[in-house]
């Protein structure tokens, strides 16, 4: 009887340790959102978009001390919060479209490659100006095309209403063809973006890792490590996984990579030394 009364009165005590641990977890993933961090763009972007390349990022949060640009992968400017207010240089190469706004407690140099664990909250920056000027040329082309069949036309009144119809069902296809080719060209984009931020990230980290290479048809990216890695123990592997795996979904976001994506770690003679699974668990294979 006793032993009964014991775990019974053990009940509300669990119950309620399990209502505070899911209050924290909501409370820690509420933390890490923009809004409650109070980051937000004032100068050179609204709504998350800017209608061209902006020379630099201006705006307020409330908490965190510093505010990161990153872009295509690369840091580009750490601005430290003053009486919350921030302001970083964010004039990237011309072939961005985006990048991320991320607030920290650390500050960062445009040097350094940005480690995700350490964001507060982040956000991301849509530049338009690319994909307008590809819409205002490609409308451009359609009119120079509608004036020259309506040219032809009026040349020619002889013709009959089923070479016209003829005419306009060209008219209408070669219209649509950049349509196609301009979606393909995105998706090539985009994982030629990907390519080069993976290999850029090689480059930063040229004592660990030798190469990547990625897969066309799945996006997965086998990382090669240099030969000192082999001798890195269970906790030195894990630590070194962890942020290449989440770094590599962090570039594939970037790039409009559907996430998250493969990843291996071999050794520089092929075997396993680490693996993401999609499920999220990174499984590690220590090779002393």
Request: with cysteine.
């Amino acid at each position: 009887m006793s032993n009964m009364f014991n775990e019974k009165s053990k009940e509300p005590m669990l119950l309620a340790l399990a209502v505070i641990m899911i209050i924290a977890i909501v409370y820690m993933g509420y933390q890490r959102t923009p809004a409650s961090f109070g980051l937000k763009v004032t100068e050179g972007a609204t709504n998350g978009k800017s209608s061209e390349l902006p020379g630099s990022l201006s705006g307020t949060v409330k908490k965190g001390k510093y505010v990161i640009f990153v872009s295509n992968d690369h840091v580009i400017d750490s601005s430290r919060v003053h009486s919350g207010n921030w302001d970083v240089y964010s004039d990237t190469d011309g072939d961005a479209t985006y990048g991320f706004l991320y607030v920290t407690d650390k500050h960062y140099d445009t040097t350094d490659y940005f480690q995700e664990k350490d964001a507060l909250a982040s956000e991301k920056i849509v530049f338009t100006k690319g994909a307008i000027q590809a819409e205002k040329e490609s409308g451009d082309n359609t009119v120079s095309t509608d004036e020259q069949d309506s040219d032809e036309n009026d040349g020619s009144d002889d013709e009959s209403t089923s070479e016209s119809e003829n005419t306009s069902s060209n008219s209408s296809s070669t219209e649509s063809e950049p349509r196609v080719s301009s979606k393909a060209d995105k998706v090539s984009e985009s994982l030629s973006a990907f390519k080069q931020s993976v290999q850029k990230r090689v480059e930063n980290q040229s004592t660990e890792l030798s190469k990547a290479d990625v897969d066309d048809k799945t996006n997965g990216v086998t990382f090669t490590a240099t030969a000192n890695v082999t001798a890195y123990d269970q906790f030195k592997l894990q630590k070194l996984a962890s942020d290449l795996f989440s770094g590599t979904q962090g570039i594939a976001r970037m790039c409009d990579i559907p996430t998250p994506v493969p990843v291996t770690l071999n050794s520089a003679n092929g075997n396993i030394l680490a693996r993401y699974k999609l499920n999220g668990d990174i499984k590690v294979y220590p090779q002393n």
